[in-house]
């Protein structure tokens, strides 16, 4: 059915007629939403961003000290300066019951900035359920496999440099013959992980035991075997082992026995599940903060909206005294404000978006881990809820214009 | 049976809000339809206070205003829009156009009141107004033009939707002496052309000259006279 009139030809007029304090109240309205947008959606990006890094850690050993510090080092690949675990406690952990894969996690080198990370192939290829998109898994000392991430082709050749990503660290390097001696060959390349994991180098950690001068982990006999089973007795200190349990039950159960004097044991979703409180008090604190920029915002601009209107009060006197009803002038006003406040969401919603995807792009080229931005029902709830407030809102300045009588508008200017 | 421009006003007394002196007080003014009746009065007499309570725009104290039958005292205020779009053209002596809008789309805004798609005769009608009127070149907006042709453009507008009354304050008023002769000129031969009855407001002799009959306000009263 078609509606009994057309208000657009004077909603249209006015806008352009008015463009400035149109574009304004859009811009206004559109920054306050990508202010909240920007917000809400970059918390929720870091928050899963940080726990899918942390989804191939179930359970993670490491010396005692700062569980942080050593979630950052073993997931997130910032090496801190912590205390190594004792070597035979990896054999100990590979052989406990309801283990499948015992995993030492060992850094110290670098290629062109890329972490060096000494480890066991079920680690690789997280207890065979993360195949290689090229290549294969390393099976002997000298091999390599590489994040999607790292610009090194399979077959390529390279020597590690001493020190943890930066390239600086590398003059450490010069004239170390261990070093300069030891070479790889990348024979593989995992999937993209979205994680820092992507820019990483894995290699058997007999190699980065060696390169630095440690024990191996097997007798003189077995010197180019890689991985499990250790011999005890030739094992050097890892920074972490992460333990993948064969049941919840399990894992529960290693965290309990792995607390000791000489171990801590941890689930990184827990020491996640504390940073994520923070940032939840710190999520509602901006959240407060962003609705009520923008509620300011949306009293501000209906205020001046308000006066524009008043200021043209003749004129919609006028269209009453030519035959315009006074629903017709109501939906004139009503509809301006409404495509103001809609038109600014709108532009909000994609510059938040935008400015969040920037964001995250920075976060992951400093920070390592992806941080995909999507909108979510907070997002949403908090753009419907501010069009349909503004509808709501707008209604004022309507029934003002509404109620005027017409001769008091017509001979007020 | 009386047609739809005629006017009969009865005992019509109106005074400001708060004041209990009248403004001015009308026992009978009677005026058939198609005929043409100037008000004139000096400034503050109350022409403009008569023009909106013949309108409908302001309610009198008390009295009755019948046009064509219809008492638009007795009618609601979105009964009188109602009215005024079917039965009357406006035009005011600032103009009073949308500024947005082009002249075309100005002509045509009553139109949109009651419709949402202008028929293509009714857009013809428009641009033929605006032709009689002496416009081309419809698609300029109003801002852009001279006093003059806005208050054709005015003209055109009230005329769109063929009202069988129209009513004019001061249309001439603030043109330049040439333009108000023209603009004279054509809101009574334009008005006369359709046989709607034509009640104008106003200081000028020269138009008063073209209406058939003539009052003026004064000390509270309507009094009938000749321009000669």
């Given at each position: 059915m078609m509606p009994r009139f057309n208000p657009f030809p004077v909603v249209g007029a006015d806008l352009r007629r008015n463009r400035l304090l149109a574009w304004v109240t859009v811009l206004l309205m559109a920054l306050s939403v990508a202010t909240g947008i920007a917000v809400i959606s970059q918390e929720r990006a870091l928050r899963q961003g940080s726990a899918r890094a942390a989804d191939d850690f179930d359970l993670l050993v490491g010396a005692p000290g700062s569980n942080t510090q050593l979630v950052l080092t073993a997931?997130?690949?910032?090496?801190?300066?912590i205390p190594l675990l004792d070597g035979d406690l990896l054999a100990k952990a590979g052989s406990a019951a309801g283990v499948k894969y015992a995993a030492p996690i060992a850094f110290g080198d670098n290629w062109q900035g890329h972490a060096i990370v000494g480890t066991i192939a079920d680690f690789v290829s997280r207890g065979g359920t993360l195949q290689p998109t090229q290549g294969r898994i390393f099976q002997r000392r000298g091999e390599a496999v590489v994040g999607a991430g790292v610009a090194l082709a399979i077959g390529a050749t390279f020597s590690p440099a001493h020190g943890l990503h930066l390239p600086a660290d590398d003059e450490a390097t010069h004239g170390d013959p261990g070093h300069d001696a030891a070479h790889y060959t990348v024979v593989g390349r995992l999937p993209p992980r979205e994680n820092i994991w992507d820019t990483a180098i894995l290699v058997p950690i007999e190699d980065v035991w060696s390169v630095h001068g440690l024990s191996i982990g097997h007798a003189a006999s077995g010197v180019s075997r890689i991985g499990p089973p250790w011999d005890a007795g030739h094992l050097s200190g890892v920074p972490a082992i992460a333990i993948k349990p064969d049941s919840v039950a399990s894992a529960y159960r290693l965290r309990a026995q792995w607390r000791t004097p000489r171990s801590v044991a941890l689930f990184p979703a827990e020491v996640l599940n504390d940073l994520y409180l923070t940032l939840g008090n710190v999520r509602d604190l901006m959240s407060v903060l962003a609705i009520t920029t923008e509620v300011l915002v949306v009293a501000a601009v209906l205020m001046a909206l308000l006066v524009g209107f008043l200021a043209r009060q003749r004129q919609f006197s006028v269209l009453r005294a030519i035959g315009a009803s006074r629903l017709y002038v109501f939906c004139v006003v009503w509809i301006e404000v409404v495509l103001l406040i809609t038109t600014g969401a709108a532009l909000g919603v994609m510059l938040g978006w935008l400015g969040s995807n920037g964001l995250s792009h920075w976060m992951q080229s400093q920070f390592g881990f992806a941080m995909p931005v999507r909108l979510g029902a907070t997002e949403e709830v908090l753009v419907a809820g501010l069009i349909v407030t503004g509808s709501i809102v707008a209604t004022l300045p309507a029934w003002l214009v509404f109620k005027r009588p017409i001769a008091e508008g017509l001979v007020s200017h | 049976m009386s047609g739809k421009g005629d006017l009969h006003v009865r005992d019509l007394l109106v005074r400001f809000v708060g004041q209990s002196h009248p403004l001015f007080s009308i026992a009978a003014l009677d005026l058939p339809s198609g005929c043409s009746l100037g008000i004139s009065g000096i400034s503050g007499a109350g022409k403009t206070t008569l023009f909106h309570c013949l309108a409908g725009i302001a309610r009198p104290a008390s009295g009755q205003i019948e046009w064509g039958g219809t008492d638009i005292g007795a009618l609601s205020a979105d009964g009188l829009c109602r009215w005024r779009h079917r039965h009357l053209g406006l035009v005011f002596q600032d103009f009073h156009l949308v500024e947005g809008l082009s002249m075309l789309d100005n002509v045509l805004l009553p139109a949109c009141f009651d419709r949402w798609k202008l028929a293509p005769a009714l857009q013809q009608r428009a641009r033929d107004l605006l032709t009689a009127v002496g416009l081309s070149a419809w698609d300029r907006l109003t801002a852009l033009l001279s006093r003059g042709e806005r208050q054709r453009v005015a003209l055109a507008r009230a005329l769109l939707l063929q009202p069988a009354i129209v009513m004019a304050d001061e249309p001439t008023a603030s043109l330049d002496p040439d333009h108000r002769t023209q603009i004279g000129d054509l809101l009574v031969e334009l008005v006369r052309a359709q046989g709607a009855t034509l009640l104008v407001v106003t200081h000028e002799q020269e138009l008063l000259l073209r209406m058939d009959r003539c009052v003026r306000l004064a000390q509270g009263a309507l009094q009938e006279f000749s321009v000669s």
């Open positions: 997931v997130y690949l910032r090496p801190q300066a | -």
